[in-house]
């Protein structure tokens, strides 16, 4: 039998900023989100999606209805490069979910933290640690194992894709992360993964599996920022497994949603309760 392969995309949503400058918290204020979000998507076949979205593009840019459009213009490096969703129009994101909802072979998972908890545990961190102080980039790298654990041994060869970062390289980080991800998976389950892993950090104009996993964090921003979780359900039947780290109402390793577990407003309506006190 010829080996088998997949195909991950990662990316983040929101940030992993605590702090201002002056060390104040500036957790769900102007320009800073509530919430911490690492998407992956796992994509049957990459090619055909990659000619799929070239096409869409294509048709975009060629439609009269959008001409003299900025964020169409390829000077301004937005849709004419690739599709984003915080920067498409309106009309040209719903041609986007349209076309992932009718999509086949995307299968999609996600971790979410509540930076509230996380600022909680970096105070602890703060009053037993003296020499620590807390990184922005330390929450996404103490993520990305959790979210690869038990995705690293069911293919010979796994080519993963981390959507750039900054302008520092992290291919070390990530190749930490993996490992550490490989431990973990063989210490809970006894299984040693093997599988040839290929790690590359590119940005989405190159990988349409980036511009994808961007659209999946975005319904998910809706729904986490502002409550509005349409966007999502449309897309729900693509999602496989999300763990919302921080509610911990009933175990200590968070909720997770799936297929037979749907997320939606309701679900986290709890948030919303003990905050205003009811």
Do not use: C
């Amino acid at each position: 039998m010829p080996p088998i392969k997949r195909h991950y995309y990662i990316d983040e949503a929101g940030d992993g900023v605590l702090f201002d400058k002056r060390g104040r918290v500036i957790i769900g204020s102007e320009g800073n989100s509530r919430f911490f979000m690492l998407g992956l998507l796992h994509v049957e076949d990459p090619l055909s999606l990659e000619h799929s979205l070239s096409e869409l593009r294509q048709d975009i840019l060629s439609d009269p209805y959008f001409a003299g459009v900025p964020s169409l213009q390829p000077e301004n490096r937005k849709t004419a490069l690739a599709f984003h969703a915080k920067d498409d129009l309106p009309e040209v994101r719903k041609m986007i979910f349209d076309f992932l909802h009718d999509m086949v072979g995307l299968h999609f998972y996600a971790l979410v933290r509540d930076k509230k908890i996380v600022l909680a545990e970096v105070r602890r961190f703060e009053e037993n640690r003296s020499e620590y102080h807390y990184s922005p980039n330390e929450l996404y790298e103490r993520m990305v194992p959790r979210l690869l654990r038990d995705r690293l041994h069911k293919a010979d060869e796994i080519d993963i894709v981390f959507s750039q970062r900054g302008k520092k390289p992290r291919t070390q980080a990530l190749l930490r992360a993996i490992e550490k991800a490989r431990r973990n998976f063989y210490r809970n389950h006894k299984i040693l993964s093997d599988s040839s892993i290929n790690i590359t950090v590119g940005r989405p104009d190159r990988y349409g599996g980036l511009q994808v996993v961007d659209y999946f964090l975005w319904a998910f921003q809706r729904l986490y920022e502002r409550g509005e979780d349409r966007y999502l359900k449309y897309l729900w039947h693509h999602v496989h497994s999300v763990v919302d780290v921080d509610d911990r109402r009933e175990r200590g390793y968070g909720v997770y949603y799936g297929q037979k577990v749907p997320l939606d407003a309701a679900s986290l309506a709890w948030r919303t309760e003990n905050e205003k006190g009811i």
